[in-house]
């Protein structure tokens, strides 16, 4: 068995990296903030989807995992005591940045600190917009206990002293409604709240029935398990199974609670036995706040200093302001670099679509959009002008599965062709296609993307799309969306890397394409830049590979479970992770090829499931001056020696020196893509 490293540890050093851009006091103030928010959110899905995966194991007595040497209570225990002590690094982090922006004269208010006229504001602010969204539970052993919303976040109250000699408990969910954190001006300075505090402030008031001297209030958040359980009932359609499963999600078994560390040991044991939760297993004692989450959006009180500098997406030189998208596609391939250029023009192109009375079909695949999606409202007016529209959902994005329902359900009844990707394989991919019919010519405009058709998501995460009407590719995406309209039946690519069915074989061709290249003497390289790499057949051939003198240079964000390094083993590989500001989301591949090197863009990573599990595309790049992008892309973020850090086996996520002078990957690529389209326009 080759060497590995556990991917539930490697993901936890992931996530500690975007703890370290909270630490980083380069980064601007409300950023910090952000990271803050964006750490507590992975950590909610982590427990969510993996660490309930793991309690599973425990429960069904499996007794390792791979990648770690000891059983699989060991390894939760592992990764309880890493949580444990980022946690200390959080708590620090949030202090660090609350006296930072003390020294802007931006301050947090608690209950505490309020001052009379501070008082007197929150005051009525609570009555008018707060009051009547809070309605308390009393909490007695004899009624039953509510059932919690591991999305929500609550005060767990004690009342005590006075005439009743006996405490009392309450639970109050802090309102949704209204924005987690208020601001106050008051004349040079600035405060902000959280709800939590206002409550707090007021729950003498709240609970004025009550003759109790002392009113105690203590965060705590609750996460279930998120696995959707799809039953094999086939009276049952696909979309009531995941509706039913939604349901039950609501009701998943218990896998983290995590508490304010001072709530009294009553309060503490109450909850715990209602929760029917044992004390240190999957328990997580912690600061005074939980639920990060929200401070994702962290107000900037009007100072630009305390949010990155804006970057406004580049023009593509070529497509701004062209009469016709379809038009350029025909003439040459094309490739989007999100966020650093405009994601409207995929929007822009279906709005031509649209309208263009020579476009007969558009299909789509899709697996998240946001909520609001303009590609969603360009389909449907698609085929409100008569074109044929067939759309691929995928149900089983998690997270975003009701949304999916949703949008499903909305096209379906505006009369779109809608086809759900199959129980037990997801659609992954990341595919669009036009068909234009003049005469008796037709030709094809098709889409093959890294990423999400999603508006919000392409303004903060780096992907790729290839806009291209090469007829073989193309013909082979048709291919791909004629087997998810038809029970997926196998097809045979040859321009395309398609999983399930072929991507695995391909990808230890080219791989071991280079062994042979490097055993003949020949220089050999592979660049590669994954979200993730854990599929231990690809991982064994790549140590081949490294074995054989090929030169194997990756960039890895989040799980890696090879091991670099590793004399005699993995000496020719180095893995380098980037967590920056625009999360880095595109996967594409390099090949040396013994002088002719040959590129792929895809939509998966190298994992078991998204090779084997999945319905995944890859498209190899063709056009020569796209090649060279792909080849500055990786030289650029390989150069960089700002947000990048080394990946090893010991996991301490050190920041990588190149003894260069600074480079910092993405200002550089955005300033790249600044001057080209810049150059692009004083030349025409």
């Known amino acids: 068995m080759a060497q590995l490293i556990n991917r539930e540890l490697s993901w936890l050093a992931f996530n500690e990296r975007v703890l370290q851009e909270a630490m980083d006091k380069d980064v601007p103030l409300a950023e910090r903030m952000r990271y803050l928010g964006i750490y507590s959110n992975n950590m909610d899905e982590f427990y969510r989807v ?8 425990i429960e069904f007595n499996k007794k390792s995992v791979d990648g770690y040497k000891g059983s699989t209570s060991e390894l939760y225990n592992a990764v309880r005591k890493t949580v444990l002590k980022q946690l200390d690094n959080f708590e620090k982090a949030y202090e660090d940045v609350l006296i930072a922006l003390q020294e802007k004269g931006i301050y947090q208010l608690d209950e505490s600190n309020c001052s009379v006229e501070m008082k007197l504001a929150l005051s009525s602010y609570f009555e008018l917009d707060l009051k009547h969204a809070i309605f308390p539970i009393i909490l007695e052993k004899k009624t039953p206990f509510p059932r919690l919303r591991d999305s929500g976040i609550y005060l767990a109250i004690k009342m005590s002293g006075g005439k009743t000699k006996k405490s009392k408990f309450a639970l109050i969910q802090i309102p949704t409604e209204q924005p987690r954190i208020y601001t106050i001006k008051d004349k040079e300075k600035q405060y902000f709240i959280l709800l939590d505090d206002i409550i707090r402030l007021h729950l003498r008031e709240i609970f004025a029935i009550f003759d109790f001297e002392n009113f105690e209030a203590f965060t705590f958040k609750f996460t279930r398990d998120a696995e959707l359980d799809l039953d094999d009932d086939l009276s049952v359609s696909f979309i009531e199974k995941i509706q039913n499963s939604l349901k039950q999600r609501k009701k998943g078994k218990p896998v983290r609670f995590v508490y304010d560390d001072k709530m009294p040991k009553d309060l503490l044991d109450f909850l715990l036995a209602a929760l029917n939760i044992q004390f240190g297993v999957n328990t997580i004692p912690g600061g005074k706040y939980h639920n990060f989450k929200d401070f994702m959006s962290f107000p ?3 100072r630009k200093e ?27 391939d094309f490739m989007l670099h999100f966020p650093y250029q405009r994601f409207g023009y995929i929007v822009d192109l279906l709005r031509e679509a649209a309208i263009d009375p020579y476009v007969s079909k558009i299909k789509i695949n899709i697996y998240r959009v946001t909520a609001n999606s303009q590609i969603m409202k360009a389909l449907m007016a698609a085929i409100y002008n008569g074109k044929e529209v067939t759309v691929i959902f995928e149900l089983q994005a998690r997270f975003d599965e009701e949304n999916n329902l949703y949008w499903s359900n909305r096209l379906k009844e505006t009369g779109a062709k809608v086809f759900f990707g199959h129980q037990n394989l997801k659609v992954h991919s990341k595919l669009l296609q036009i068909t234009r019919k003049k005469g008796s010519a037709e030709k094809m405009y098709t889409y093959v993307g890294t ?15 290839l806009l291209t009407s090469d007829p073989a590719i193309s013909r082979e995406v048709k291919k791909v969306f004629r087997l998810l309209e038809s029970n997926y039946n196998r097809g045979v690519f040859k321009e395309l890397l398609v999983s399930p069915f072929d991507t695995r074989k391909k990808l230890l061709e080219l791989i071991k394409n280079e062994i042979s290249i490097a055993k003949k003497g020949n220089k050999a390289y592979i660049k590669i830049k994954l979200n993730n790499l854990t599929d231990a057949q690809v991982i064994e051939m790549l140590y081949e590979a490294s074995q054989a003198g090929v030169k194997i240079q990756m960039i890895i964000r989040g799980i890696c479970s090879l091991v670099p390094g590793v004399k005699k083993i993995s000496e020719n590989i180095e893995v380098i992770s980037i967590v920056d500001r625009y999360l880095e989301h595109s996967r594409f591949m390099i090949f040396g090829n013994n002088g002719d090197p040959r590129y792929f863009i895809s939509s998966a990573d190298f994992m078991e499931r998204n090779i084997d599990k999945r319905i995944e595309v890859g498209a190899p790049i063709y056009s020569k001056e796209l090649q060279e992008e792909l080849e500055t892309i990786f030289s650029y973020q390989w150069r960089g020696n700002v947000k990048s850090r080394i990946i090893s086996k010991t996991l301490k996520n050190k920041y990588r020196k190149t003894g260069e002078k600074r480079f910092h990957a993405q200002e550089e690529l955005y300033n790249y893509y600044l001057k080209k389209s810049l150059t692009y326009e004083d030349l025409h």
């Open 306 to 332: 305390l949010r990155f500098k804006k970057q406004v997406s580049v023009a593509h030189p070529e497509l701004e302001n062209q009469r016709s998208l379809i038009e350029m596609i025909g003439k040459k």
């Open 451 to 465: 990423g999400n058709f999603n508006e919000r998501t392409a303004k903060v995460y780096t992907d790729l799309a």
């Open 300 to 302: 900037t009180f009007g």
């Open 50 to 57: 993996r660490v309930a995966n793991l309690r599973r194991m």
